[in-house]
Each structure stands twice: as structure tokens, then as C-alpha cells.
């Protein structure tokens, strides 16, 4: 649920209150303490939280199950192709509560240790851009689209640069390693799921208990 459209939501709310509130013998001095109070609330949730107290909510609400499910299915491509590449995996994080209980402003995180040095040789770097876009590919083979990864294609692009590849070939590269992990993760898709399942299974939430993963 984003922040608009909490936002949007907020205010719909209201507009029914205005309505209906004299039909029930509501207060308006009510209705515009409630809209305050729920619009004052999603302001500083976005000013100083980054919205992270709308994800939460979205996440405990009866269709967050679907949200932390692509969320799980992201970061599982991570953590398959990363025990492919034999890249060691610091923990997985999965949903809003997960990161900010950790200290971070994030939807999910698969975790590496960082390479030992800033500029790398090209075959590495093929490794990293292989690990890097699984979540995207996990994503676009079981929705058939992507939408996280954001924050993985920067810092791609951020490797490549610092190694002193120029653009072109680091594009190429990265199609490539695109291909392959498509492929890899086409191969694996069962395992891609029951990962996804027991990460899912794993994640916190807002008035759950998560379990530990097996």
C-alpha cells in the first residue's frame, strides 16, 4: 500500500464521515479531529519514517500475505543463485518489520559480505551481476514481471564503473548474466518456490509470531 494511496484512502474516509456523520449524530469537531489526526499520522510516517508505518500496516492486513510473498520470491532468487555462485549469505530479510527490526529502510535485503576490494576483475563482476539481478529474474519468471531491484541495478552499475569498465561492455555483461540466470532459475523453479514458501514462512509481522526457518 503506498503512501498516496493511504493518503487517498484517508481522505475517502473522511469524505464518508462527512456525510454520513450527521445521520449518526457524529460531531463534526470529531470528523475534523479524526482527519487531522490520520492525516498528521501519514505525514510524519513519510517525513521521518519513509512511509515504513504504511508498509507495516499493508503487510498485517489480510493481503499482505502477497506483498511479503514477492517480496520472499525477490530475495530467494538471491539466496539460490548466490549458494550456486558459492557467494556466502549474511541473512535474508524478508517484509518492512524484518529490515526495521534490523536497522533497515528496506522492503527485504539479501545480505553479502562486501568484495575485498572496490575494483574488481571481470569475471567476478560476472558473478556479482549474476547474484545481483536473481531477485528480478525470480520475480519476472513467477509474476511475469519485476518490480524490485532497484537498488540492485545501481549497484551494479556503481561495480562495473569502479572496476573501470565503460558503459557498453558492462551492458553487455550484464545481459549476459541475465540470460544465464533466467535460465538457472527457469531449471530450478520448484526450488525457487519452496525457498520463497519457507522465507515467507520465516517473516515477521505485525501481530505474528514468525517462525524460525528450517
Not at 144 to 161: C, I, N, P, T
Request: hydrophobic share 45%; proline share 5%; charged share 20%.
Amino acid at each position: 500500500m503506498t503512501q498516496p494511496l493511504m493518503a487517498g484512502l484517508a481522505v475517502l474516509l473522511m469524505s464518508v464521515l462527512a456525510l454520513v456523520g450527521p445521520a449518526l449524530s457524529v460531531s463534526p469537531w470529531w470528523i475534523t479531529l479524526l482527519a487531522a489526526l490520520g492525516l498528521g499520522s501519514l505525514s510524519l510516517d513519510a517525513a521521518r519514517y519513509g512511509g515504513r508505518g504504511g508498509h507495516l500496516l499493508a503487510e498485517a492486513l489480510p493481503g499482505g500475505q502477497a506483498r511479503l510473498r514477492r517480496i520472499a520470491v525477490h530475495e530467494a532468487g538471491h539466496l539460490l543463485v548466490a549458494e550456486a555462485e558459492a557467494m556466502p549469505v549474511k541473512r535474508v530479510l524478508v517484509g518492512s518489520l524484518a529490515c526495521l527490526q534490523a536497522g533497515l529502510q528496506s522492503a527485504g535485503c539479501t545480505e553479502f559480505a562486501p568484495p575485498e576490494h572496490a575494483k574488481l576483475p571481470a569475471e567476478e563482476l560476472r558473478r556479482w551481476s549474476r547474484v545481483l539481478q536473481a531477485g528480478m529474474a525470480a520475480e519476472a519468471l513467477l509474476y511475469g514481471e519485476e518490480r524490485g531491484g532497484a537498488d540492485d541495478r545501481a549497484l551494479l552499475g556503481r561495480l562495473w564503473g569502479i572496476s573501470g569498465f565503460d558503459v557498453d561492455t558492462a551492458q553487455r555483461e550484464l545481459r549476459r548474466a541475465r540470460r544465464e540466470v533466467d535460465l538457472a532459475l527457469r531449471q530450478q523453479r520448484d526450488s525457487l518456490e519452496a525457498t520463497a514458501e519457507r522465507l515467507l514462512e520465516a517473516a515477521p509481522r505485525l501481530g505474528r509470531t514468525a517462525n524460525a526457518p528450517t
